[in-house]
């Protein structure tokens, strides 16, 4: 059984290229989050999608950031225009969420971001 | 919007000691979960806690849910090196659609 995997597992950039991470949640799961760690942080929650859908981007910046989970395909999220301080540990998580009972969440090992 | 405290952030023991992390909501849960995150390493689901009182066990690890359901806590009975790692709880609460972590513990168990 394949888990939630993400890729890159390290993405290196300059300042002012577009930085695009890559999750597929595990098989039978609809869900995805996404979620930012900072070095001896915790997780801090950026975009909550279903498929086609995005349910709450509360989390994530207005500017440069956007998130999508197509019909086909991985979910992606998008760093335009990447700033030193976009340099953290993206995860994806996803989770069969049924009725009003949050399912756990399983997470992805990481795509860790570094800008130049 | 929904807060979730941690405390301690930082905790250093000695092999065989035990171990407690704290976790307060400023709303309440209606479920509350604990994730293991191994240095370098991704969060691990460990447990749901749903009752109001709610006490679970797993080997070593015991868990508790506040009788408000705005409190959690998470001990570790005579750690290990194998216990390293941050322990992150995470709650739902009202309307929202997504898991509020706290800022996680950091233990680290010195041989």
């Known amino acids: 059984n394949a888990g939630v995997m993400q890729n890159p597992r390290h993405l290196v950039r300059r300042r002012g290229q577009e930085a695009r991470l890559r999750c597929s949640p595990m098989?039978?799961?609809?869900?995805v989050y996404w979620y930012r760690q900072l070095p001896e942080e915790g997780l801090k929650f950026m975009v909550y999608?279903?498929?086609?859908?995005?349910?709450?981007e509360s989390g994530m910046p207005k500017e440069r950031f956007s998130a999508e989970f197509p019909k086909e395909g991985p979910s992606i999220l998008r760093i335009q225009q990447v700033v030193r301080g976009d340099s953290a540990a993206y995860f994806c998580?996803?989770?069969?969420?049924?009725?009003?009972?949050?399912?756990?969440?399983?997470f992805g090992s990481g795509t860790q971001l570094s800008v130049l | 919007g929904q807060q979730v405290m941690q405390i301690p952030q930082y905790q250093h023991v000695q092999e065989g000691e035990d171990f407690t992390t704290y976790c307060n909501s400023s709303?309440?849960?209606?479920?509350i979960q604990w994730y293991k995150q191994r240095p370098g390493g991704h969060p691990v689901f460990l447990i749901q806690?749903?009752?109001?009182?709610e006490v679970k066990k797993q080997k070593r690890l015991t868990f508790q849910f506040g009788e408000a359901k705005k409190n959690s806590s998470l001990h570790i009975t005579a750690t290990q090196t194998t216990d390293v790692g941050t322990y992150f709880c995470?709650?739902?609460?009202?309307?929202?659609?997504?898991?509020?972590f706290g800022s996680g513990t950091q233990l680290t168990v010195l041989p």
């Open positions: 998580a996803s989770s069969t969420f049924q009725g009003n009972t949050n399912e756990k969440l399983f």
């Open positions: 098989k039978g799961h609809s869900h």
């Open positions: 999608l279903q498929k086609e859908n995005i349910i709450d």
């Open positions: 709303t309440t849960l209606s479920n």
């Open positions: 806690l749903v009752k109001s009182g």
């Open positions: 995470a709650g739902l609460s009202g309307s929202a659609r997504q898991l509020t």
